[in-house]
């Protein structure tokens, strides 16, 4: 596939920024106003202590935060257009520091609100003038016994740029200074090895290059894994810190009381992943099988069990597609994905110079714009009914919300996406006939159970421990570490995998470890899209309706009673299990069609 300047591409496959900014010379003179917009926020610090005045002021914040996040969302998806565009590179930098001067300047609001005593706080919680703010103000006051004086809050802010500093060494000396020994594959052509490069080599046909990059890379970070271990140690021993100061239990009650998330959901996901082991066990042993493999290692586990791309499709067909796979829906959404289509909310191709990957943003006051760099594969058209997953709920959450409940939380941002994702696929399973093209559509939803829900689940169990391990006293060894990581690995792939020296060192490279515990939203998020997708393709009684109505609360409720309203109660197995039974089933078909 050619792939054109910018200049050369069709402007209707091209996203239609004008409902941020009509062009570069608008997002130029609202960035001129920015500052003194914000200084309009700043006016009311020391004044938070009745209710009319917090009302003007979290007014105020709002009108200003649109303004600037419009001006950070067309800064942002100019320069993605074309890192080589200066100008656009420019741009962004002067809006993400129009962005950074707003959180600045509304650090203030917070803590000036909580320092009200216990009376006058039930006042402003009460008061009917802050009914549209009422559940932000309840939110703010349920951090109250966690937050330190005003002295120690900003001490402790003043130690963030300290805090972070175990995480960007750590991705210093993976992308800088370590150094990887080229591989060679079994033509003899060597191939360079680097931290991006990596994953590509697994996912090849040629077992040789698999075998001796997996050798070649693990053999670098088992010379730095004493650093590794400093770095990650130092990690956990700040965020521990922290949760003490703060009066927390632990470093995880910590991060999930953030979002209002008891830790039974956390752990419940692993008790139940774990009672179901036996299906990614059979997963490896049908990797076996199909790679007629005499033992399965752990560079085997991303080898491609088809061979071959497999149906392309125009963008036509995937919009198509799309549309087909949201019916289920309700008319009303489907068209919504059309208009998305018709209005150039989509930036389709790749260009030179453009950013790699694809993603969904919008403010609230423009449309979602998704970016893609569409190529044709069945992985093209999956991503394309991911990203619109996001926009439609961007879509919902802002034409339902006001703006201050406009952001829906990390803990159900991968849902709808998945959904779409889900009821994409389960439509060409039910159209498709041919043994082999089923079987490589089985396996990508198999491939989507084994890396989101299992070996997330097994990153969050580690991250559990490893943090466990420090609090009770235990020493952050890298011996220790190691041994805890490849117990993990042995346990979640079973006795078909055969486990190299390397595979303990896997840990050290992975950077969400430096996230405090957020890996385990992915496997909570596609259990319960997996299970929503299910109650409506089951045409379960109010299952669109329910689910449609999640999509439009934004963070207007805590995120395991929106989940709720959408069927998915994570406070017990049931949704984790529903999810695995339709990984069973997908499993036993596979299995079936290899025999």
Request: a negative charge.
């Amino acid at each position: 596939m050619e792939v054109k300047e910018r200049k050369d591409i069709n402007p209707q496959d091209m996203w239609d920024l004008s409902t941020l900014f009509e062009n570069d010379e608008e997002f130029e003179k609202a960035l001129k106003q920015a500052d003194s917009l914000i200084d309009e926020v700043k006016a009311y610090q020391g004044t938070l202590h009745e209710a009319g005045n917090i009302l003007a002021c979290l007014k105020k914040e709002c009108e200003v935060s649109r303004k600037i996040a419009n001006l950070y969302s067309y800064g942002f998806l100019r320069k993605t257009e074309d890192t080589r565009n200066t100008k656009a590179q420019t741009m962004f930098s002067a809006a993400y520091a129009k962005m950074v001067a707003l959180q600045t300047a509304t650090s203030y609001i917070q803590p000036e609100i909580l320092a009200n005593d216990e009376e006058t706080a039930d006042r402003i919680i009460h008061d009917p003038s802050l009914s549209e703010f009422a559940f932000m103000l309840e939110n703010m006051f349920a951090e109250k016994e966690h937050m330190l004086s005003e002295k120690e809050e900003a001490l402790l802010a003043s130690l963030g740029e300290v805090f972070a500093v175990p995480e960007q060494a750590s991705g210093a000396l993976m992308d800088a200074d370590m150094t990887f020994s080229d591989a060679k594959a079994s033509d003899g052509k060597e191939h360079e090895i680097t931290p991006s490069t990596y994953i590509l080599t697994q996912t090849s046909d040629d077992r040789v290059l698999r075998k001796n990059a997996f050798e070649s890379f693990y053999a670098e970070f088992a010379k730095h894994i004493n650093t590794l271990t400093s770095l990650y140690a130092g990690y956990i021993k700040g965020a521990v810190a922290e949760s003490r100061l703060r009066g927390y239990a632990s470093s995880r009650n910590m991060r999930m009381d953030g979002d209002h998330i008891p830790v039974s959901v956390y752990d419940n996901l692993i008790e139940t992943v774990h009672s179901r082991m036996d299906l990614m066990h059979r997963y490896v042993a049908l990797r076996k099988k199909m790679l007629k493999l005499d033992e399965v290692h752990y560079y085997d586990v991303y080898a491609p069990l088809i061979k071959g791309q497999g149906t392309t499709y125009s963008y036509q067909q995937a919009k198509d597609m799309v549309l087909s796979a949201v019916t289920p829906l309700g008319e009303e959404y489907v068209n919504r994905v059309e208009q998305a289509f018709a209005e150039r909310w989509v930036d389709v191709w790749p260009n030179k110079g453009k950013e790699g990957g694809a993603f969904s943003e919008g403010t609230y006051d423009s449309n979602p714009f998704i970016k893609m760099n569409y190529t044709g594969t069945l992985d093209s058209v999956s991503t394309l009914a991911h990203e619109m997953g996001h926009s439609q709920h961007t879509w919902l959450t802002n034409h339902t919300q006001p703006y201050q409940y406009s952001h829906y939380t990390m803990f159900v941002a991968e849902v709808a996406s998945t959904v779409n994702e889900n009821l994409l696929i389960e439509q060409m399973l039910k159209q498709e006939t041919d043994p082999k093209e089923r079987l490589r559509l089985l396996n990508q939803y198999m491939e989507g159970f084994k890396g989101t829900v299992y070996r997330q689940t097994m990153f969050a169990e580690f991250e559990k421990e490893a943090h466990a391990m420090y609090e009770a006293g235990q020493p952050l060894t890298c011996d220790n570490l190691n041994a805890l990581y490849e117990r993990l690995i042995r346990e979640y792939f079973g006795e078909q995998l055969v486990v190299d020296e390397q595979v303990k060192y896997e840990w050290a490279r992975i950077p969400h470890f430096y996230y405090l515990f957020y890996v385990y939203v992915y496997a909570t998020g596609y259990c319960s899209a997996t299970a929503i997708s299910q109650n409506i393709l089951n045409h379960k009684e109010g299952a669109v309706e329910n689910y449609l109505k999640f999509l439009s609360m934004g963070s207007s409720a805590y995120p395991l009673d929106e989940l709720k309203v959408a069927g998915v109660d994570l406070a017990t197995p049931q949704p984790i299990d529903i999810a695995l039974d339709k990984f069973a089933s997908v499993l036993d078909e596979a299995e079936k069609i290899v025999e």
